[in-house]
């Protein structure tokens, strides 16, 4: 019963956020509602299932447990930063967005709860509107050109979604006689449903949900909304958002495993991993733009995620701790790039040199983000990107390890260059002079990010092995 | 499938032609929502019990998609003061060519699925699948914001055509037409204060955000 004030809470929450009439107040109630969020998931996890809600719509299973632990520690790392960065904002109004941010946490619980696909949909698409109002944040040209944009293209993703959605409901009503869309009820009988409607069901979910992880080629939303929109939304779109999309993607290809159509599915979701990557490889090339940079590296991580589940066996393992490590990283990169984006008011390398010198702390969590992401131990990422890599080469796919291989160097070479250019050199004159300077509210929650970053390379906690174990179970790898 | 649900599902068909081929935006949106008001129609002749659920979701639909979402961006299309052409990117001819070719791979694909026999000789897959091409053309090959949106809802209407064969399992249709609602609405705030940046809801000004 406990899980469902996961979502009340939040909600609650927003209705406070929205009806307090003072700007001061907002950012306090949402990181008061973070911070129970959190810690009522942690009690939650602990029980491991034992004493939650269950019902056949809402249950918390292992996957459901490990994403929505990421998704509740990143919100609150991501909640504390906000209470100093809207400080430093004063002059906007921030009603809509304090109210946007808690359902957003809403929602994306929902995701992490939903057994029955048409809630899980509709919990997707709600996310992705209380997302588009957190990108109009800055109610600029910029922001709203990328606003159009994100929501357009979602609106499509999402309504690809739905059919495929469809789909398997009709492949259900054929094969089962009876249309259900209760996940644990398609899995245990998935190998009656239809194979055309498994398989076109999976193209149209996997375009759908692909869209809203950000995967190539439906990528283009991505670098637009990420470039314009605050850091903080950037780290909870490339840290929350896109992990509830793999989430639902995950979902899907459980059924899809289970009909006997894993091996499609695989092979799909390695030419839409490899794709990803190269893609983010080549834009990140010389990029100009430091927010821009972090986009695309957010797309290659989402390649690394499918490409993990497309290997199988030690890859979905590997994927689902990418998954951790992922989100906390884009935390640390997208929020410590936000910092230098205040203190320049550019993200473009012609304006910003010697981040060092002028916001040192942010500046150098930026750098440490970089190389956690890029796979430099003794960061998580490195163990995450090297599972991938050993799951490949022990299914016996070199060509696709070499690949992944040639794509992480390449990304390497490509974002360090910009990121040193970033960090490195002399600041710029700057006659306007941006008054922001490093200050404990806006580096502490970075800072404890990075730590978990850190944490997941030297030690990962028993009870979050054995919850990785599980949900790789869950999934069929190991 | 009654053959009267087949005549509103071609109906459907001719209206999709109709959207991409008026050059007058109005008109567009007006045929929008006259599919709204035919798809409101089709659960009637899926389900023969006359029930509660059965009137919510007609009027439901008649309400959302056939009134609610055209008034909306009939004023939007009112606020914004523009030209009432659509200034499509590609030209009415090979845009409704483009449409025949889909409606006819629609038709040959919804073939070659399985389909219950009750299904097999009605066109409710082709039609969803025509519709949704339909409103994909509609959606890439539009300049405006505004017939962007009607793209959108024309793919919508697709879709939903495709849900009428799942009555039964459709629990939380509501929900779904309520989150397009939403959507819409929150498109419509966005055209506004597109308009009022750009004085214009010209998609191609829309463009500074490139590599």
Redesign the interface.
Known sequence: MMAVYLIVIPLLGALAAFLVPADRVRPWIVAAAAAMHTALTLVIVRMRGKDVYDSSWLRLDSLGRLVLLVISILFLICAAYCVGYLHVRANRPNRIFCTALLGFLGMTTLVTLAQHL??L??AM??T??AT??LL?FN????S??????Y??IG??GI?LA??GT??L??G???GLG????LFPDLVRRATRL?V??VR?AFVFLLVGYGTKMGLAPMHTWK??AY??APGVVGALLAGGLTTSAFLALLRIYRIVDAAGQGRFARELLLFFGLLSMAVAAA?MIGQRDFKRLLAYSSIEHMGILVLGIGIGGAGIFAALLHVINNAFTKGVLFLAAGNIHRAFKSKRLEDVTGALRRVPLSAGLFVAGFFAITGSPPFGPFFSELGVLIAAIGSHRYIVGALYLLLLALVFIGMGATVLAVVLGVPPDDPAGSAFRDSASKTIPILAALGLVLMMGIWIPAPLSALLHAAARFLGGS | MPPIADSILILLLLMNFFILGTANLRAAIRAVALQGLLLSLLPLFVESTLTFRLVALVGATALIKGMVIPALLLKALRDVHIRHEVEPYLGFVPSLFLCGVGTALALLFADSLPLAPAERASLFVPASLATLLAGFLVLTTRRKAISQVTGYLVLENGIYVFGLLLYQAMVVEVGVLLDLLVGIFIMGIVLNHIQREFSSVDTERLSRLRE
Do not use: C, H
């Open positions: 048409t809630i949909w509709v698409e709600a992705t509107l588009a109002v109009y109610q600029n040209r910029r709203l050109e990328a606003t159009w944009k929501l357009m609106s499509v309504a739905l059919l469809l789909f409901a009709y259900a009503l054929l009876e249309p259900t869309l239809p055309p409607w076109t670098p637009d470039g314009e834009l």
